[in-house]
Structure formats: C-alpha cells, structure tokens
C-alpha cells in the first residue's frame, strides 16, 4: 500500500505518457479567433476599405489560396528538398498566421502542458534573476515563445502581477517576419494594459548557427520550433551552432521540435545520442543510444487533439479534412542541475511505446523502446504511440528477441491498425 504509493509517485507511468490531448488556455481560443484574424485582415488585406471589416468566409477563401500553396511547399519531399526562404512571400507569412501558427503553437503548448515539472525550472529561474528570458530560435513569428508566454500568463491568470519582468528573444534568418510577428506581439500586449512595460522583445537577424564571436547567452528556456529540418545538413556546422546552446543549459532548459517525417525526427535522436548521458526531460526513459536514430522507423508522436480555433477548423477544412492529431517529434534536454527531477538514469520499470498497436504474426502487438534496439509487446489492450508502460521483463523478454515479427518465410509483416480519432 505505501509502499507501492512511493514507488507510484517516481514510476507512474501516466506522468510520461504523451497520447493524451491537452487542455489549451482560453487565452490561446482568443488569439486564435480574434487577434491573428483581425491583425492578417488588417496588415495583409489587398484592399484599403476590407481591413477595418471583420474577418468573414470570403476572407477565408481568399486566404486559403496561399495556403494550398504553402502547405504543398511544406510537404511536398521533406526528406530531401532544402526549403528557400519563403517568408519573403506575403501570402506565405499571412497563411502562416492564420493556420501554422495554431498547429505549431499547438505541439508546444502540449508539451508544456505535459511537463509542468520543466516549465517550473523555467519560472524558478527567472525569479532567482529577475527575467523570464525565452529564446526562440528560428523564430518565424514567435509562435513557440508566444505559446510560451500564453502558457505562463495563463499560470497567473489571477494573480494582480508576474513576480519578474518577460524577455522574448527571436533569432531568425527572415527579417519581415520577425516584424510581422513583433506587430502581432504588440496587437497581442495590447490586450494587457497590466502589464505594459513588464514584456519585451529582441530580434536577432541572422542564420542561427552563425553566432557572433563569444556569443553569450542566459535563457531561462530556449525554443527550437521546427528549424532544424530547414538547416544545413552538415552535422560540423550543425553541431557546432549547437553548441553555445547546449553548453550550459538553465532553467527549463532546451527544447527543440520538428516534424513527424523521418529525417528530422532522426536528426534528433542523433543529436541526442551526441549529447547523452545528460538529462533530459523527454521523450527518453533510458540514456542508452537511440535505437530509431536511423533505419526505417523513427520516432515521434501523434496525440488526439479538439485542436481550438472556429477559423483555424474552416482552413483545416480547406486543406482536406478537420485536424485532430498533433503529429511532431521533439527533445526536450534539462539543466545540468534537474538531474533529480529529469530523466537521468535509466527509468527501468518503464517503457515508451513507440507505434500504434500493430497486426502481425504474433498477433497484435506494440514497438517499445529499449536501450540500444526496439522490442515488441503484445498489445493487450488499446495501447498507443507516445504511451508508457511497466515493463514486465519475465512476461516480454522473449518477445524481445526479435526486432521485427516475421513470418516463416522470412519476411517481415507489419500492419497498422488504425487508431480512433480525438473522441468529441
Ligand atoms: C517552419 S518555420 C517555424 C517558425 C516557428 N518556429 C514555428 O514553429 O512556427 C521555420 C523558421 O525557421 C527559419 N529558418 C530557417 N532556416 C534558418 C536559419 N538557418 N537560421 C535562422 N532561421 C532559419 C525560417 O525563416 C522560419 O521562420
């Protein structure tokens, strides 16, 4: 009873899992149905007399145009093609207003939502220095420290005031959209008269591996929101603009999200496998190497999600079909200091699953990630990617054996099952 208690609290498995939706703030709902639509209207409108009219449907098949076209760039062959710098478009900067934003505020929003545990470290570093200073890098309109500091202002949503000033710090290789993003910061501030003067904002101009001699920093977190897929394939730059990042990580430390595609997902994990063992605070349960950094399957996370937004669902609907999965991979690297509270050590009751239940020879049966190699369980109940769960060595070990079920010819046959949707 106590004891098991005790256990619990350290090895629950439900304070991992990463398939449960999140709750997003009110606040979020207003930005994304009031202040994006009516600051696009206003700085995009091709017409004088549309930008004081309230964002309607023809505004929504007006936008969309751009969009098509932006959401074919993005995935259209991300495996292999190098994007260009497509916010010197207007129409690209606008459809990302109007939908990415939401979707890639999102992922952050979720994953801050799922490790409070880091967004403490966050806020305990800023009252020791005064400042909550979040980086951003490839900023693009601030979307990952934006959704930050929705986050954060929502934690103190009834308080009379912030115990430390905020300081956005945006490092993008696109200038017009960081001045997008810091007009839209302001529509958004304007909204609260209380604290004016207490939120700041630097942009840094500049490709982000390209640092300026003894670049220096204090962050207490740093943002990497779907940037990495869009940098130099050089794994020396690569690292090496890393670097000043990673270094000496504080507060909440660093996190970086990309896509569900498989080169950037792998990017990742070989990053991680370049840093470990250090702490983390996810998506990892053991420090050993990644057994998805490369080969066929890689790692990353879909969660059922009622994404928020009346106008961000009509351009879902635009684009195909109503959005209600969070597709993403991510590291989430600590400070050297939350080696208690992070993963450190290898969490060896647990276990990530790392595919949706799958049908094969040996009936149904899950991906787990183990250290060094991925191993299968059988999926007794509905189990899902980006869940935990105990890992029952006597029961599993020889199910272990193999990395892919095969059949008696040799083959290796797998089939997805489908997973049901974000219940309504
Ligand atoms: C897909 S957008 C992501 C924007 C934002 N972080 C988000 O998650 O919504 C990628 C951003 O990275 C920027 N970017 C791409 N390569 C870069 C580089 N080498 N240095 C700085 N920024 C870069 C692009 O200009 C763009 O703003």
Known sequence: MNFRTKIDN????????????????????????EVIPQFVKERYSPQESWKKKPFSQTDVVFFSKGLLDLSDFFTLDRESATLPNYFTTA??????????????GAKFLTLFDRYPLAVE??????????????????SGPGTASIAFLIHVLDRYKSATEIPFQIHLHWIDHNQTIMKDGELFLQRLLERFPQFDGDISLTTEFRSWWKHPRDYDFTASIVLFGNVLNESSK???????????????????????????FRSASQRLSQIRDELMPRPLWGPCLHVSKCPLAEGR????????????????????????????????????????????????????????????????????QNQICRPDRVGWVPSHKNLFRGEVIRYDQKRYDSVLQSDHPKTRDGKSVRKPIRRPGVRK
């Open 10 to 33: 350290k090895y629950d498995p439900k304070r991992f899992s990463l398939s449960r939706p999140a709750q997003f703030p009110s606040l979020w709902v207003t930005l994304l149905d």
């Open 91 to 104: 129409k690209f900067r606008s459809s990302y207003f109007l939908y990415f934003f939401a979707l890639q």
């Open 121 to 138: 470290a966050a806020l305990a570093h800023a009252k020791k220095t005064g400042v909550l200073s979040i980086v951003d890098v490839g």
């Open 234 to 260: 050089d794994p020396k730059v690569f690292l090496q603009g890393l670097a000043p990042f990673l270094k000496d990580p504080q507060g909440a430390g660093v996190l970086m999200v990309e896509p569900a």
């Open 297 to 364: 399957d890689w790692c990353h996370f879909s969660v059922p999600v009622k994404l928020p937004g009346s106008f961000f669902k009509r351009f879902s609907i635009k684009l195909g079909g109503v959005r209600d999965w969070l597709k993403f991979s991510f590291i989430w690297l600590a400070a050297n200091e939350d080696k208690k509270e992070a993963v450190f050590r290898d969490l060896l009751p647990l276990v990530r699953i790392v595919s949706d239940p799958m049908t094969t020879p040996r009936g149904q």
